[in-house]
């Protein structure tokens, strides 16, 4: 950014409840409920905005994204149409799961918006060894496969559980 402090957003993405700090790029305005494709861990992916922060907020943060572009009407669809292949993916997995007869528990499936590949996320109170089903998986799919062991508190968060306090992940 140009010699000025730089706007910073709060974002929430869309599949896993996880909130981003990202940075408004120049070019384009954003508003609060706006839909934005960002980048995360996983790799791009639809979030929409929560709203604006003072950027002595974002000093806490360790890292600050920058929104890439305002979702556009193909980047909505294509997330839909990812959302309906995810449900069909998830029962996949989770007989396979059952027929490889290990001990985790499949929370959720995601699609990467512009990328082919899936996300599939479990829990499970040890390590699991699950190179065989990683296999199996590609062999139905024929795309990257990435299984990711998450905890408890994970697993509300991106189900959409209540905290004790009444207010949502």
Avoid at 34 to 43: Q, R
Avoid at 106 to 111: D, M
Avoid at 141 to 158: A, K, M, Y
Wanted: aromatic share 8%; charged share 35%; hydrophobic share 35%.
């Amino acid at each position: 950014m140009s010699g000025q402090a730089a706007i910073l957003y709060l974002v929430k993405v869309l599949h896993c409840s996880e909130t981003e700090l990202c940075a408004q790029p120049e070019g384009f305005p954003v508003h609060k409920g706006d839909l934005v494709v960002i980048p995360t861990k996983y790799g791009k992916d639809l979030g929409r905005i929560i709203g604006e922060i003072r950027s002595q907020d974002g000093e806490e943060w360790s890292e600050i994204r920058e929104i890439l572009r305002p979702a556009n009407e193909q980047d909505i669809q294509h997330y839909e149409e990812n959302r309906i292949k995810e449900k069909e993916a998830f029962e996949i997995c989770k007989k396979k799961i059952e027929k490889h007869r290990l001990d985790m528990k499949l929370v959720t499936t995601h699609y990467i918006l512009d990328e082919p590949k899936i996300l599939f996320f479990f829990t499970a109170d040890a390590r699991v060894d699950f190179r065989q089903l990683v296999k199996d998986l590609v062999s139905v799919f024929r795309t990257r496969i990435e299984l990711r062991q998450i905890g408890v508190r994970d697993e509300s968060r991106v189900l959409g559980g209540l905290g004790v306090c009444g207010r949502t992940y």
